[in-house]
């Protein structure tokens, strides 16, 4: 493991130690210009790029979803200045690159609903926001769309017995159904673990790829996608330096699947 990994891994174990020492900013090496994508008819999927995290340009795991008028957000992190507002932020744990406050106070309006883990409720602090607990396996409908919460957590140990993301915390990843068609899987923080076998009929697969204990690397991510056979996957959660990992990646995905350049 690298200099810059090793002190991201450390830093990820002081936060299961409640401490915070942990600066998270706009990379500047984002794009000037937020990458959005088609989905599906009137289903828009737009990231805003990497973020630094110390002294690392890092793309996070957020993302935001438009389908009709309803605009979900999946761990928002450093959006961009001219964001919608929310009608759902979904988080998946509390760490503090998943669970920005400064975020949510930004795209919340008195109607938004904020979807999490139990882990969440705390770091969320007071808000005037409806807050929706969930835990692995809960299904529920919200306007035109479906949402499934799945198991994320880390088979492996960050350092020494230490999980970054243990299962008793009952982290999650979504599983969110838009127009009762098209299926998109957060995956969260996760390794890959059993219950992900039983997950299909998947048209896209935001996917953790970075490794080092702390989510799936990118052999594991690419053998769990093309188990799946999602029709689109977009990794994140990686540090950009790692053109070498993305490489691989891509290169052990079935042709068939249509990889999106995520930064």
Not at 156 to 174: I, M, Q, R, T
């Amino acid at each position: 493991m690298d200099t810059p990994l090793k002190l991201f891994a450390i830093e990820f174990f002081l936060i299961i130690q409640n401490c915070t020492m942990f600066k998270i900013s706009i990379s500047e090496k984002r794009s000037q210009v937020p990458l959005s994508v088609e989905l599906d008819k009137n289903v828009i999927l737009t990231t805003w790029g990497a973020i630094k995290i110390s002294t690392s340009d890092f793309f996070p795991s957020s993302f935001q979803l438009k389908t009709g008028s309803l605009v979900i957000y999946i761990d928002p992190i450093e959006v961009g200045e001219n964001a919608d507002k929310a009608d759902y932020i979904l988080i998946t744990h509390s760490h503090p690159d998943h669970l920005s406050k400064k975020d949510i106070h930004k795209l919340k309006k008195p109607e938004t609903k904020i979807i999490c883990s139990k882990g969440s409720v705390n770091k969320l602090g007071k808000t005037e926001a409806e807050i929706i607990v969930v835990k692995p396996e809960d299904t529920f409908s919200l306007n035109n769309f479906k949402i499934k919460a799945v198991s994320a957590y880390n088979i492996k140990n960050v350092f020494l017995w230490f999980k970054a993301h243990p299962k008793s915390k009952e982290d999650v990843g979504y599983i969110l159904t838009v127009n009762d068609s098209f299926n998109i899987y957060h995956t969260g923080d996760t390794d890959y673990i059993p219950e992900m076998d039983k997950i299909s009929d998947i048209d896209l697969v935001l996917i953790a790829i970075g490794g080092d204990n702390l989510t799936m690397n990118d052999k594991e991510a690419a053998q769990i996608i093309n188990k799946i056979k999602p029709r689109k996957v977009i990794p994140m959660h990686y540090e950009i330096k790692d053109t070498e990992k993305l490489d691989k990646f891509n290169e052990l995905i079935d042709n068939e699947i249509d990889v999106i350049k995520s930064e």
